[in-house]
């Protein structure tokens, strides 16, 4: 007999915003596995839950090792429950391979769903939410990330990033790069939390305040999507975007393509005003 896997959503911030059903969850769990034991101990205690069931830790550092584990609890019949620091399991956090996992062995997978930072930030951004995508976490390097934003620069969607605090500035300033200084954005801090914080304004506008103010915590990031043609920057405007991802590590012929794709301009274009030419 198989046992059942929940995955459980958990406040983001505000304790306020558990479920009876995460309560629940935990409660009745014969294993719990946790992104941050600690923190799941926490959260019990506030919200006045005895867990009885065994707690294991289960994060992105062991997450391969111990999903064969925990598959093996659920073909034994044990239910478990998967919690994550706060918001959803799958959704850049702990969970898709052991869903996976217990898809494939046929045991039953259920939510008792909570609060998401990727639906917050919308319903919280002002732009449009009837249709977005979630692109996550953006490369950690900045040629990388530069590539990854020039990709997405003519997505009509509304996007939405999570990003650190440490890099936020320099995300923002390679977003206003990418999709253009003016495009509409919101960044959304410590969401649910004391000092919850939304910042709106155009991308160059929201970059310069992370470079200004450098804000804690965590961040989610929403972008307006790609509205119609971009008007062609001046020349000195594209030398100084090419000579920025040259600096980032490209190559000049590599990053006269990609401002080029960017523009909607001839690559032939682009490298000459470069080159000098």
């Known amino acids: 007999m198989s046992g059942q896997l929940v995955l459980v959503g958990a406040p983001l911030g505000n304790l306020g915003d558990a479920s009876p059903r995460l309560a629940a969850a935990l409660a009745e769990a014969d294993v719990v596995a ?18 009885k069931g065994k707690i294991i830790s289960y994060f992105e550092g ?6 064969p584990e925990l598959a093996a609890l659920l073909t034994d019949g044990l239910k478990v429950a998967l919690v994550t620091d ?20 046929g045991v039953p997978v259920t939510v008792a769903p909570g609060p998401s930072a ?15 995508c979630f692109e996550g ?12 934003l020039a990709a997405l620069a003519r997505e009509p969607r509304t996007l939405v990033f999570f990003e650190s605090p440490h890099r936020i ?4 300033r390679d977003l206003a790069g990418a999709f253009g200084a003016e495009r509409e954005a919101a960044v959304c801090r410590e969401l649910t939390k004391t000092y919850e914080e939304v910042r709106r304004g155009g991308l160059a506008e929201v970059a310069a305040w992370a470079e200004e103010s450098q804000p ?42 990609e401002v080029a794709e960017l523009y909607g301009l001839p690559r032939r274009e682009v490298y000459n005003l470069a080159i000098g030419g």
């Open 118 to 132: 990727v639906t917050t930030a919308l319903a919280l951004s002002g732009l449009p939410c009837d249709r977005f």
């Open 62 to 67: 062991n997450e391969e090792k111990r999903t």
């Open 216 to 257: 804690r915590g965590e961040i989610t990031i929403v972008v307006a999507g790609f509205a119609g043609a971009a008007e062609r920057p001046s020349d000195e405007a594209l030398r100084a975007e090419v000579a920025e991802r040259v600096t980032g590590g490209m190559s000049k012929r590599d990053a006269a393509a």
């Open 34 to 51: 946790a992104e941050d034991t600690r923190r799941l101990l926490r959260l019990a205690r506030d919200l006045g839950v005895e867990i």
């Open 169 to 172: 500035a320099g995300a923002l």
């Open 137 to 148: 976490f953006l490369p950690r390097k900045p040629n990388e990330r530069r590539s990854a």
């Open 86 to 105: 706060g918001g959803m399991p799958s959704v850049s956090d702990p969970g898709y391979r052991l869903v996976r996992a217990a898809i494939d062995a």
